[in-house]
């Protein structure tokens, strides 16, 4: 069925995707480089996420133990910028913006990414992000707090010191407000949750399953864009970190240490990529039809080395992809959950 050119529906966003199955025999001539090979200090005295060490803002890091979240010294969002509207209503129209954005430090270790920090330490991650959702979420003009993280050099991460990022903003993003309209759109024909329905499929098929626990659901979407991209899905219906209980907390710890593990293990190289959660804006107002979910975005293709570009006919007409995400989970799947550079050995 799917072995010749098809598109494929994202409900999330409206968006369609090329598929091009046969493509995966073409013989490869394009970009590589090498894979990271770097081995990094437990502390670096030149890194300014480190504790105890100068930020680039000149602010000075705390000898912080665990996690630690700061405001970030070169903001994208401004929370003084004053209220304003200017260009044309027709064709030149622009708005002020405000807003927040912060710094989350996952661990004081300089040297340990997400897969390789152990649950308690993720566990604290997490409710480090809920503190910052509902603290930033109470201020007045913030209606919508973006959790992410860009891991990796070529993600765009300046820093190799394990960390995410939190904007907050006074408007609700593109890409949430897409996928609330989605939903709720859904949920007034249906009478139901879409991403809720979705995963009673998915769970049926087994298909694109990579892997899950009591609580969550790590799986390549059916409308993927990046060769291993992964939608994480609560299995209880649930709007934002706030409203996961304890167990359903150290259920997500498990599970993204699960996925990212795998990830590493995928091309036995650190991976990259751009993750973040997708919850309930902040504006005071209830969104039952919405659920608490994440997108992993990895631009890896087919080696360390190689990765997906968005070029030619993706920019200028559709998304495209060659590998199914049938076969992509299906390689995710069966790669180990022990971190290969934790347990000193490759995965066979």
Known sequence: MFSRPHRRFNPLTGEWVLVSPHRTERPWRGQEELGPSETLPAYDPECYLCPGNARAGGQRNPGYRDVFVFDNDFSALLGDTPTAEFGREDLLLARSERGTCRVVCFSPRHDLTLPELDLASLSKVIEAFTDQYLELGQLPWINHVQIFENRGAIMGASNPHPHGQIWANETVPEQPAKELGACLRYSEEKGSCLLC????????????????????????????????????????????????????????????????????????????????????????????????????????????????????????????????????????????????????????
Request: aromatic residues 14%.
């Open 197 to 348: 329905d979705y995963l009673a499929v998915e769970q049926a098929e087994k298909a694109r399953l990579v892997c899950e626990n009591e609580h969550f659901v790590a799986l390549v979407p059916f409308w993927a864009v990046w060769p291993f991209e992964v939608l994480l899905l609560s299995r209880r219906h649930l709007n934002a970190f706030p409203d996961l209980n304890v167990v359903e907390r150290n259920g997500l710890a498990d599970i993204l240490k699960r996925l990212t593990t795998r990830f590493d293990n995928l091309f036995l190289a650190s991976f990259p990529y751009s993750m973040g959660f997708h919850q309930r804006p902040t504006d005071g107002r209830d969104y039952p039809a919405l659920h608490f979910h994440a997108h992993f975005y990895p631009p890896l293709l087919r080696s360390a080395s190689v990765r997906k570009f968005m070029v030619g006919y993706e920019m200028l007409a559709e998304p495209q992809r060659d590998l199914t995400p049938e076969s992509a989970a299906e390689r995710l799947r069966d790669l180990s959950e022990v971190h290969y550079k934790l347990n000193g050995e490759y995965p066979a």
